[in-house]
T-cell receptor
Framework: EAQVTQNPRYLITVTGKKLTVTCSQNMNHEYMSWYRQDPGLGLRQIYY???????DKGDVPEGYKVSRKEKRNFPLILESPSPNQTSLYFC????????????FGPGTRLTVT | KQEVTQIPAALSVPEGENLVLNCSFTDSAIYNLQWFRQDPGKGLTSLLL?????REQTSGRLNASLDKSSGRSTLYIAASQPGDSATYLC???????????FGTGTRLQVFP
């Protein structure tokens, strides 16, 4: 089954404790990206990757890091989480050719206290 | 800068009604437009994708239209059911970007 998976699905942590949210897709997609969703602000892109070892900032990259060492994986790293990073996070992927349909993971609900 | 707006923000209808959700965008240079469904606290389910060269797409009781020149799309839901209750999001992909720009959604409630 074609899918995007994320782990963990729920995470409660404390300020400053480094964490990683993993994302994996089994569709051999070149493009992957991370979004966060906040009430009243909608979904906003954090980082994206066009292929292995190629990443770039989205609209709200501050406080996040990413890496793309393998085509299928695109982890999101919070080196020193803060309460304003409490949010619902989504990973997405799409193929290189049209129609550019994006597939989303199930989401990770992160709470930073 | 692309902006996507959805009207209404919330909608409550009795079961069986046909309804229309609206989405507008400010920059017509889009590659595609996607409609998603999101249940509370859950992920995004892709409902329909319309490429810029297309005028509409249909899936079951759902029909989405696209008027790129006027920057508008509508999602038509026929014979609504309580199971259709969710938030509906539209999003556009502009040319040469990977980024989806989302609207803030229409929260739909269908009551029996």
């Amino acid at each position: 089954e074609a899918q995007v998976t994320q782990n963990p699905r729920y995470l409660i942590t404390v300020t400053g404790k480094k964490l990683t949210v993993t994302c994996s897709q089994n569709m051999n997609h070149e493009y992957m990206s991370w979004y966060r969703q906040d009430p009243g602000l909608g979904l906003r892109q954090i980082y994206y990757s066009m292929n292995v070892e190629v990443t770039d900032k989205g609209d709200v990259p501050e406080g996040y890091k990413v890496s793309r060492k393998e085509k299928r994986n695109f982890p999101l790293i919070l080196e020193s989480p803060s309460p304003n990073q409490t949010s619902l996070y989504f990973c997405a992927s799409r193929g290189q050719g049209g129609p550019y349909e994006q597939y989303f993971g199930p989401g990770t609900r992160l709470t930073v206290t | 800068k692309q902006e996507v707006t959805q009207i209404p923000a919330a909608l409550s209808v009795p079961e069986g009604e046909n309804l229309v959700l609206n989405c507008s965008f400010t920059d017509s240079a889009i590659y595609n437009l996607q409609w998603f469904r999101q249940d509370p606290g859950k992920g995004l389910t892709s409902l329909l994708l319309i490429q810029s060269s297309q005028r509409e797409q249909t899936s079951g009781r759902l029909n989405a239209s696209l008027d790129k020149s006027s920057g508008r799309s509508t999602l038509y839901i026929a014979a609504s059911q309580p199971g259709d209750s969710a938030t509906y999001l539209c999003a556009v992909t502009s040319y040469n970007t990977d980024k989806l720009i989302f609207g803030t959604g229409t929260r739909l409630q269908v009551f029996p």
